[in-house]
């Protein structure tokens, strides 16, 4: 019986672990994106305008609601974060 008792921890161990290790990859993900699309503003609104025909304006939109995209994609994983901490810290107290 303890053995299985030992089991279970260790598995409910390596899925936090894994969950864990999936969140700080999808984050470096998305700030790595939100980065590009700093830093390559110019170059990505130049090939929207070469490539697609859009005006200037246009351009600039379209890079517009990719950062958006992203900051949203990166606020909700903050807020995952955080339930994940307040919620994970008040039930291990409340054991």
Not at 21 to 37: D, K, M, N, P
Not at 38 to 55: A, C, F, N, W
């Amino acid at each position: 019986m303890h053995a299985l008792a030992d089991h279970s921890k260790n598995v409910n161990r390596t899925r936090t672990r894994r969950q864990f290790i999936i969140f700080l990859i999808a984050t470096a993900i998305v700030v790595l994106a939100l980065f590009l699309i700093y830093k390559l503003d110019e170059p990505v609104r130049g090939l929207l305008i070469s490539r697609m025909g859009l005006v200037d304006t246009q351009a600039k939109m379209v890079v517009a609601v990719l950062r958006l995209v992203f900051f949203a994609i990166l606020a909700y994983l903050a807020v995952r974060a955080l339930n994940a901490f307040i919620f994970g810290r008040l039930f291990r107290f409340l054991r």
